[in-house]
C-alpha cells in the first residue's frame, strides 16, 4: 500500500484549481457503500489511481462513515491528495509517474 503524502508532496492553491477544473467532468469511479472504507474498495481506488491519477469518489446514503471523513480516509489510505469535497463528492489525485507522457496530468 502507498505510504500518506509528506507535506513536501502537497499541491498549490493553482494546481488544486487546474484539477478541480479538470475533475469537474469526470464520473465517479468508485462509490463508497455500506461496507464503508474496506479494504476491496481501496484495492479498487489505488487501481483507479494508478491508470487515471484524477478519480472522482461517490459516497452513498447507506456509507456507515461521515461523508466528508469517508473520502478523506480513502485518500489518506491510497497515498492520494484530497483535492476537493462537495457534498458525497471527493476529488483526489495522486501521480504516476509510469504513465505514458500523454496521459500524464500536467501540473
Excluded: F, W
Excluded at 489510505?77 to 501521480?95: N, P
Amino acid at each position: 500500500m502507498t505510504q500518506p503524502l509528506d507535506a513536501d508532496d502537497l499541491l498549490t492553491g493553482e494546481q488544486k484549481k487546474r484539477l478541480r477544473g479538470l475533475g469537474h467532468h469526470l464520473e465517479p469511479v468508485v462509490y463508497i457503500g455500506r461496507e464503508g472504507v474496506s479494504p476491496a474498495l481501496v484495492e479498487s481506488a489505488e487501481a483507479a489511481l494508478t491508470a487515471r491519477e484524477l478519480i472522482k469518489i461517490k459516497v452513498g446514503q447507506n456509507c456507515p462513515v461521515d461523508r466528508s471523513a469517508a473520502g478523506r480516509e480513502l485518500g489518506r489510505l491510497t497515498g492520494a491528495t484530497v483535492v476537493q469535497v462537495i457534498g458525497r463528492m471527493t476529488l483526489l489525485y495522486r501521480a504516476n509517474p509510469d504513465l505514458p507522457p500523454d496521459r500524464r496530468i500536467v501540473l
